[in-house]
């Protein structure tokens, strides 16, 4: 295949480009802002996991005190209507034993409901103090999130720049080459990655292996406008002054 010697030169230009939207597309794929929103979604999660079982927590005792409470009043509405009874001095010696007896049951059945009672709200008390820290921690969480995104963001949003940039060059560039060039060139850099590289000092720039005296020889002896391309990598190699010929 032939080709000026100054497109061949060109072909450089389009591989650096070629190079830098590689860049690109390696970068997007492994940034470590991406491991780091995803870092943070997951404490997100957590947190937010630890609220709701606070939250849980705390509609539990909080149906917890009200039945106790209900149960206070309860026994205490039997206490008020036994003492009434005594008061009203209308019952028989019999029944006047009984209420008393029955008096000093619901006494200590209230006070073991009391006790119950404020051993309740003070687990309530410590809950409800979880809830709080879980709902900080949450809101802390949330916050690192966000700027975690934005961090993400801000590079993708650089990426995207540089790779519409690239873009552009790129097609200003493809129409200088004629069409069985490119073709070569896209095909070796589909298989290869890099499809044209300066040989310099005798050395493929795509592989970078040194090639040897009978290919130098093979090389200086073959025209100018002459595509040539590594043994090695099929890469087309462009010559130069620098390539050591
Ligand atoms: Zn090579």
Redesign the pocket.
């Known amino acids: 295949m032939k080709a000026d010697p100054a497109v061949q030169r060109r072909l450089l230009e389009l591989a650096d480009v070629d190079a830098e939207l590689a860049r690109v597309e390696h970068r997007r794929a492994t940034l470590p802002e991406l491991t780091a929103v995803a870092e943070a979604e997951q404490a997100v999660q957590a947190r937010r996991d630890a609220q709701v079982a606070a939250d849980t927590s705390l509609g539990d005792l909080d149906r917890e005190v009200k039945r106790q409470e209900k149960e206070v009043d309860a026994v205490r509405a039997r206490e008020d209507r036994d003492r009434g009874l005594l008061a009203g001095g209308t019952v028989s010696a019999k029944q006047m034993t009984d209420l008393e007896h029955e008096l000093a049951t619901l006494q200590r059945r209230q006070n073991t409901l009391e006790d119950d009672l404020l051993e309740l709200m003070e687990r309530r008390e410590a809950v409800e103090l979880d809830s709080k820290h879980a709902g900080v921690e949450l809101a802390k969480a949330e916050e690192e999130l966000a700027d975690a995104s934005r961090r993400r963001d801000q590079v993708m949003a650089d990426l995207e720049t540089t790779q519409a940039r690239r873009d552009a060059e790129r097609v200003t560039l493809v129409p200088e080459f004629p069409e069985a060039l490119l073709r070569l060139y896209e095909r070796v850099r589909a298989n290869k990655g ?1 499809g044209a ?1 300066l040989l310099r000092a005798r050395r ?6 040194e090639l040897d005296r009978s290919a130098i020889s093979r090389i200086s002896g073959t025209a100018a406008d002459e595509v040539v391309t ?6 087309i ?1 462009v010559r130069t002054p620098e390539s050591g010929l």
Do not use: P, Q, T, V
């Open positions: 890099i590289a493929c720039g795509a592989c970078r292996i590594c043994e090695e990598c099929g890469a190699m």
